[in-house]
């Protein structure tokens, strides 16, 4: 038994800190961090700013680990997304303790943590400084304690229900009711439907766990609401409108939801057959209760309007649960169907895993030298899989899978990353380096939108500014402007005849090729130093 939690540790280890600067940033690490930066340089901790305008959108928690991380050891991308990482494995911990506490199976609970940890949704956001590994670990630490409270005969109430309530505070003030409608009350509605969860006895201790929760995760609301109560009404009144007109989308978009789990989709959309499974698996009672979490979640996210694949993660830990109950029954199961299902779902695992190296081979993103060594590895582990396919072996299968995974992670995750990258990538990140551009502020033309990638790869502020206004220019000399368009196109003839210019360059922040729909104009920008004008010289280049 020892053998699997030193394995599951290491899974843990190398799927959320191995190689963890590998994939690059995106929107979501770029406004996180630049919040963080500016509460580290600036000291507002209760008022976060992004670029300089308030940053109320978001609850602070994770930004305020990130503030602290960045006064620790500034600038450091892998610091940051190792305290993702931390997240991660604190959440994986609890999800161990949650399954244990409703299966009383060690080794459902053992398996369960490895179909999530092989989860690519899961290791993606394990990987990355946001704010979603946050809420979700810990309201599945309340879930957890919840759980334990309901199914506990009162003699610990006063333990498990506050503590519950604690946890449900640092969800909210991670990202707000997110977590608690995506799993707290999908749960809530599942454990209503199942035997062996009661609140008799223990209604006092359920209201301090309430109170607790409010004081946790209200506190700073409260607090904004008194002494910025205007600015607050206004991100309430944006933040319920995003909900209901932004990135709209038709009840269905998460019909593929099982895909989301990566390798573990043939199971996961075999374990929706609810009648057929019923009768067939022996322990039945884990089964029901995650697939009925996992159809109740799937559901109420389907009844929001704004609707992004990325808020399916909260799902994967149901989805988790009810895979390694399927296989669990697999491991012993007489019926042809579930054998069947078992062999595809190994044989589509072993052909992934021994056409990987050489899909990235094709590609160019390894090199022939360390195909060399990882074609026999992956082949290997290939034949491992499918061998332990025929014996029914469930756990030696995922200890297989987690195999992969691992060697994945640390040897072709780069290589990964880089097949989707813009090769021909110059980064505004490079100006830093420039002592020509030493103590100037950047600015970008107020009527130009500005992407907050760039301001996280600048590493310093870039505000805007009324280029047709000559006294707000004077006032600023010298800087450095940010724009899409040369220095001619977007400043007034009149005001630049009186200014000197010195082009840095051309920027391009995409961080895809070329031809992909999300390659965009508004990553690719002109640099340009603007000084007071002293001498006839103008348009000079670095």
């Avoid at 698996?281 to 979490?293: A, C, E």
């Amino acid at each position: 038994m020892y053998k699997k939690y030193i394995f599951v540790i290491l899974l843990a280890a190398v799927s959320f800190f191995m190689n963890n600067t590998a994939l690059p940033t995106d929107i979501m690490e770029a406004r996180n961090m630049v919040t963080a930066r500016e509460i580290a340089d600036e000291g507002n901790w209760l008022v976060p700013t992004m670029n300089g305008t308030l940053r109320l959108e978001k609850p602070p928690l994770p930004t305020w680990v990130a503030a602290t991380v960045e006064t620790v050891m500034p600038d450091s991308l892998a610091a940051q997304r190792a305290v993702a990482g931390i997240m991660g494995t604190i959440w994986t911990i609890f999800f161990f303790l949650l399954v244990k506490t409703i299966s009383k199976n060690e080794d459902l609970s053992l398996l369960s943590v490895i179909v999530l940890l092989t989860c690519y949704q899961v290791v993606l956001m394990g990987r990355t400084a946001t704010w979603d590994i946050y809420c979700h670990a810990f309201m599945t630490g309340a879930i957890y304690f919840l759980t334990k409270g309901l199914m506990n005969d009162g003699g610990k109430k006063w333990f498990w229900l506050p503590a519950a309530g604690t946890m449900m505070g640092l969800s909210f003030l991670s990202k707000g009711p997110v977590s608690f409608y995506a799993m707290l009350l999908p749960m809530l509605i599942t454990s209503m439907a199942m035997p062996g969860f009661s609140l008799k006895g223990k209604w006092d201790a359920a209201a301090v766990m309430i109170l607790l929760c409010i004081v946790t995760g209200g506190w700073w609301y409260a607090w904004l609401f008194t002494f910025h109560h205007h600015e607050m009404t206004v991100v309430m009144t944006k933040e319920t409108g995003a909900w209901t007109g932004h990135n709209v989308r038709p009840w269905w978009y998460y019909w593929r939801f099982f895909t989301e789990t990566g390798i573990w989709t043939i199971p996961v959309l075999a374990s929706l057959a609810i009648p057929y499974w019923k009768k067939t698996i022996k322990d039945v009672r884990p089964y029901l209760f995650s697939v009925t979490w996992m159809v109740t979640a799937l559901i109420l996210l389907s009844l929001l309007p704004e609707k992004k694949m990325r808020y399916l993660l909260p799902m994967m830990v149901p989805c988790s649960m009810c895979t390694a109950s399927l296989l669990m029954h697999l491991h012993t199961a007489a019926d042809k169907a579930g054998r069947l299902l078992f062999r595809a779902n190994g044989m589509l695992t072993a052909s992934v895993t021994i056409l990987l190296p050489v899909i990235l081979y094709d590609t160019k993103m390894i090199d022939e030298k360390l195909l060399i060594i990882l074609c026999p590895l992956f082949a290997i582990l290939a034949v491992f899989i499918m061998r332990e396919v025929t014996k029914h072996n469930v756990m030696r299968f995922a200890a297989g899978v987690g195999c992969v995974f691992m060697l994945t992670e640390c040897f072709l995750l780069g290589g990964i990353g880089g097949l989707f990258g813009n090769k021909d990538r110059y980064s505004i990140h490079e100006t830093r380096k420039m002592k020509a551009l030493n103590g100037m502020r950047m600015y970008h033309p107020a009527h130009e939108p500005l992407r907050i990638e760039l301001v996280y790869e600048a590493g310093r502020k870039i505000l805007p500014l009324d280029l047709a206004d000559s006294n707000a220019i004077k006032a600023r000399l010298p800087f450095v402007l940010v724009s899409n368009g040369n220095v001619h196109e977007v400043m007034p003839k009149g005001i630049i005849d009186n200014v000197d210019t010195t082009r840095i360059g051309i920027f391009d922040d995409n961080k895809h090729p070329r031809g992909n729909r999300h390659y965009t104009n508004e990553f690719i920008n002109n640099v340009t130093i603007i000084k007071e004008k002293t001498h006839h010289e103008q348009d000079k280049e670095l």
